[in-house]
């Protein structure tokens, strides 16, 4: 079992910086790849980014290339996402999810555990 804890959303202007985080409990945490998502207003939550165990592969959607960084630390059992250059289409609320897996999926089906999200709003 994995719990999630989304933290550091917030309110910015467009242009600016956010560095997320994903704090997870269990003492197998390294074992589990991770994905953040996202869910706008009257939209379905999409795939934003994905790690492998190791962090030796990473998987972006295509609208935060070049934009967002997700990295973990598995010593401190987090995972973060460093968004760059934010737009107001970034605004959304952001999960995390976790699953025990080789390959980090992009599906929500591919993952087990979620956290409660993190709003982000980025203003123009």
């Known amino acids: 079992q994995v719990q999630l804890v989304e933290s550091g959303g917030g309110m910015v202007q467009a242009g600016g910086s956010l560095r997320l985080s994903c704090a997870a409990s269990?003492?197998?945490?390294?074992?589990?790849?991770v994905g953040w998502f996202r869910q706008a207003p009257g939209k379905e939550r999409e795939f934003v980014a994905a790690?492998?165990?190791?962090?030796?592969?990473?998987y972006y959607a295509d609208s935060v290339k070049g934009r967002f960084t997700i990295s973990r630390d598995n010593a401190k059992n987090t995972v973060y996402l460093q968004m760059i250059s934010l737009k107001p289409e970034d605004t959304a609320v952001y999960y995390c999810?976790?699953?025990?897996?080789?390959?980090?999926?992009?599906?929500?089906?591919?993952?087990?555990?979620w956290g409660q999200g993190t709003q982000v709003t980025v203003s123009s």
């Open positions: 790690i492998s165990w190791t962090a030796s592969r990473t």
């Open positions: 269990g003492r197998t945490f390294s074992s589990y790849v």
């Open positions: 999810a976790a699953a025990r897996r080789v390959v980090p999926g992009k599906t929500r089906n591919d993952y087990d555990y």
